[in-house]
């Protein structure tokens, strides 16, 4: 009633506030820009035609990096010469960082540049370092004398001066290449289907999968094909054919810049939630009305003067009341004083604060799933090199490629997933990709555990039978652990790309949540060089161990095993935190504001906000 009145008095009126219907709809329309930063045409931008070459950057760029990573440890011993457990930390912090810049890829994205020209700049900056490394790889003068890390350890030179600052800059100019590229891939991908059109958004459920399918392509042809050329025609061959992986990627994302629906940048994200943490803080002294509508943002709605705004809203929910504050508008008698944004904020800014803080508890609960990740390119690479790794009497399999036996599974499961499992689960659930983002998390944290299980008791048979048999077991006995890390990484990397993703409904902060998920790579690495030196540190006081479980260079005198055993108990302890969560998540996600359903429009603006 009270609309209608407002219609009936002003022509101008009816442009100030309007109920949201066709014209929300039709501004969502206008939320994301061509090439040319004119309005997209549903028609011609946009859906899996233009993903795909999105698709093309993340298999290629994988593919460089995965080559890079998998195999640097190697290089970094055996040519920078590095001790064991330092370039272990070398490897772990180099990929850290990689995945912490994921934040600044995602802010630089969201706030300024858009995730089009973050990919396109940042890109070229990771290609550089590519090519420096095959440089440096590929001149003698620039690397140690050659010396055999095994039999002369001690005796070998470790890189240091000019040689280590060309290694370590090459190093970081693909960490802040690939760091500020990976989650762009992801909602720029995304970002090409519509989540409010049904069809739409079954089709992103299945471009989330297609995603992992091509990071899993990646990742086999690097851990096969690559690596191989790495062993056999040298690291700067191998460096090389990254650089040229990454510059195919490039050209994939380039071809497809006629389809693309671009969303464009918004201006600072974290300035709107600076707004709602100021304004609680001064309105601290307040009290929460009762009923939600009396909140600052839930009767009206302004028609938006920029064409381009997004006036997608989040209801309200009752999780941390205390931010409700900031939608507390203060009577001060003078109702014409226009009221600054970081005194009252709207329902909308409040609710996407909360998101933020909600979702950090299960961000948190995948960090020790990235720290068994970390063994798996580090420790276990140099498991396998203990190892016999004879296939044929001419072909030995390379360490490093032990990792592309879980991808090979998963081209082919992947597919299947998503064409028999996820229509079959949708039947059931309601939910378009056939489960919850958050039950398929815990199904991959569930089997992370059995992995450091099955290479905890494979390590300990190695390690028997070479130290007390003097037998030298198969390569191919330790793949169990690659095998079940890989079906636990389908689910959670996934799950966990698509439930960040998701949570930014006003379609402002995409890239920077998807990048959060990056993060927990990052702490999950930094944790196991944390992790590494905390246990040399403490079992070095061992009278049996006594310079600690990880401290020498021969893994016959380590006890990995022990190491392992200990991850496993903290995963299987971090699965148990993560149920808790999760259900926490779930209870706490709903929205207060079911009554207010019924209530066609809320508010994204006022007459009186500056």
């Known amino acids: 009633m009270e609309m209608e009145a407002g219609r009936g008095e002003k022509g101008d009126n009816n442009n100030n506030n309007i109920i949201i219907s066709e014209e929300m709809m039709m501004s969502s329309t206008t939320t994301s820009v061509d090439w040319r930063g004119k309005p997209s045409n549903p028609i011609k931008h946009g859906g899996m035609k233009a993903a795909v070459f999105v698709l093309g950057l993340q298999g290629f760029e994988i593919m460089g990096i995965a080559a890079v990573g998998n195999n640097l440890i190697t290089y970094v011993l055996n040519e920078m010469h590095f001790s064991l457990s330092e370039s272990a930390n070398i490897v772990t912090n180099f990929i850290g960082t990689i995945f912490i810049l994921a934040l600044l890829g995602g802010y630089l994205s969201d706030s300024y540049l858009g995730s089009f020209w973050t990919i396109l700049i940042f890109g070229f900056i990771e290609l550089s370092g590519f090519i420096l490394l095959s440089v440096q790889a590929h001149l003698p003068q620039l690397k140690p004398p050659k010396c055999n890390m095994l039999t002369d350890g001690d005796a070998c030179v470790e890189a240091k001066g000019l040689k280590a600052l060309i290694f370590f800059v090459a190093l970081y100019l693909v960490a802040l290449g690939s760091g500020c590229v990976k989650p762009n891939m992801i909602s720029h991908g995304a970002d090409q289907f519509n989540q409010e059109d049904t069809k739409q958004s079954k089709q992103l459920s299945r471009y989330f999968n297609a995603a992992y399918f091509a990071f899993s392509m990646g990742e086999l042809i690097a851990l096969t094909i690559l690596v191989y050329v790495q062993t056999h025609s040298g690291m700067d061959v191998g460096f090389g054919v990254s650089a040229a992986a990454m510059a195919?990627?490039?050209?994939?994302?380039?071809?497809?810049?006629?389809?693309?629906?671009?969303?464009?940048?918004?201006?600072s994200i974290f300035t709107p939630i600076a707004q709602v943490l100021v304004a609680a803080l001064l309105n601290r002294k307040s009290v929460c009305p009762s009923d939600a509508r009396m909140l600052h943002g839930t009767q009206t709605i302004k028609a938006p003067s920029n064409a381009n705004t997004n006036p997608t809203i989040l209801l309200h929910t009752n999780r941390f009341r205390f931010l409700d504050k900031a939608c507390i508008k203060m009577q001060d008698g003078n109702t014409t004083?226009?009221?600054?944004?970081?005194?009252l904020c709207t329902v909308t800014q409040v609710e996407q604060v909360k998101i933020l803080i909600s979702v950090l508890p299960i961000f948190a609960c995948t960090i020790i799933f990235n720290t068994i990740l970390a063994q798996l390119q580090t420790f276990s690479v140099q498991q396998g090199s203990a190892m016999d790794t004879k296939l044929t009497k001419n072909f030995h399999i390379p360490p490093a490629s032990l990792q592309s036996i879980p991808y090979i599974m998963l081209i082919f499961i992947v597919p299947l997933y998503d064409t028999f499992f996820v229509p079959f689960a949708r039947k059931f659930t309601g939910h378009d990709s056939g489960i919850t983002p958050l039950q398929r998390i815990g199904v991959g944290l569930f089997f992370a555990t059995f992995s450091m299980v099955s290479a905890a008791l494979m390590e300990n048979k190695r390690r028997i039978s070479a130290v007390e048999s003097n037998e030298t077991l198969s390569i191919f006995w330790i793949t169990p652990q690659f095998l079940i890390f890989g079906i636990s990484e389908m689910f959670t990397a996934v799950g966990l790309i698509e439930f960040f993703y998701k949570q930014s409904l006003k379609g402002s902060m995409q890239s920077f949540l998807t990048a959060i998920t990056y993060c927990s790579y990052s702490f999950g690495f930094y944790l196991s060089s944390l992790l590494v030196s905390l246990v040399n540190k403490i079992t070095s006081n061992s009278s049996s161990h006594h310079g600690g479980w990880l401290s020498d260079n021969n893994l016959n005198k380590d006890r990995l095993d022990l190491f392992y055993w200990?991850?496993?108990?903290?995963?299987?302890?971090?699965?148990?935190?993560?149920l808790f969560w999760a259900k926490w998540y779930s209870k706490n996600g709903s929205s207060s504001a079911t009554e207010n359903q019924e209530f066609n429009s809320k508010v994204v603006g006022d007459d009186g906000i500056v």
């Open 248 to 267: 195919l990627g490039l050209i994939s994302l380039i071809c497809g810049t006629l389809f693309y629906r671009n969303k464009p940048p918004q201006g």
């Open 337 to 343: 004083k226009e009221i600054s944004k970081w005194r």
């Open 566 to 578: 200990l991850l496993a108990i903290l995963s299987f302890l971090n699965f148990l935190n993560y």
